[in-house]
């Protein structure tokens, strides 16, 4: 038998998607993603994010509201009553990245892209008058991975810095974020837990590629000073780390 498991465990969400769980499950009638999102106060692509994935694990249900105007009915979520049948998104996440790595002609940069795409979905941008900083940028970056379950930690630049930028986590709300000193002169992101691990264990080149781009992508859409460069995964024992570098720098690379 194979060690791929061909049945997922039974969900139990937990950090931001657990919080919208509840959310669901304390109101009578159903929520539209404006209403989470206002309740939790987060980003609107977000709540969508983690309701469209309750409703894939089977814990929530989706369906057209009433049409109050021109135009299609927004969507809306109830908390679903009932335990549904196993999953087996694992052993779909394995045989699609395995056709992507052998069928693909350059399945690594294909994945970068498609990284950048969801990133540009998932980040927040700001307004067309405001520029965000490089503190700002990181900030809204370290929500969406925080979000997907990557426990990210922010290290800064030893001397406060990162390519001429303010020292990040001073001015990104991340207290309580490490600060130990990197050698290297750019700010760091380390994270702490890969919610695919099993998966990128596999497929690390497209895997890998996907969360870079995801955060190329964040950052561009925030219009940040910075990007994200390089991602080297596992480089410490269930740690993957992120080197952050002015966005007008070399161009970003692939994992590695």
């Known amino acids: ?3 791929t498991r061909l049945t997922d465990p039974r969900p139990v969400p937990g950090g931001t998607r657990g919080r919208v769980l509840d959310v669901l499950r304390a109101t009578d009638g159903p929520l539209g993603v404006q209403d989470v999102a206002a309740a939790l106060g987060l980003h609107p692509n977000t709540a969508r994010y983690h309701l469209d994935a309750l409703v894939g694990l089977g814990l929530a249900t989706r369906e057209p509201g009433e049409r109050g105007q021109a135009g299609r009915p927004r969507m809306i979520y109830r908390a679903a009553g009932a335990a549904t049948g196993r999953r087996s998104y694992r052993l779909l996440a394995e045989m699609l990245t395995g056709l992507v790595a052998t069928r693909l002609p350059d399945a690594e940069q294909a994945a970068l892209e498609a990284g950048r795409t969801w990133g540009r979905y998932l980040g927040d941008a700001p307004a067309p008058w405001q520029e ?35 020292r990040a986590a001073a001015a990104a709300d991340t207290a309580g974020y490490g600060t130990a000193p990197q050698a290297g002169g750019g700010t760091v992101i380390r994270l702490r837990h890969c919610p ?3 998966v990128a264990e596999r497929h690390r080149d497209v895997v890998c590629a996907l969360h870079l781009g995801m955060m190329q992508g964040v950052l561009a859409e925030a219009r940040a000073p910075v990007t994200a460069e390089r991602l080297v995964p596992f480089a410490e024992p269930s740690v993957c780390v992120t080197h952050l570098a002015a966005a007008d720098g070399p161009a970003p690379g692939a994992a590695g």
Do not use: K, Q, W, Y
């Open 132 to 166: 965000a900083d490089a503190a700002e940028a990181v900030r809204r970056l370290v929500a969406v991975l925080d979000d997907a379950g990557f426990e990210p930690e922010v290290v800064p630049p030893p001397n406060g810095t990162a390519n001429g930028a303010p």
């Open 1 to 3: 038998m194979s060690e």
């Open 196 to 198: 695919f691990r099993e």
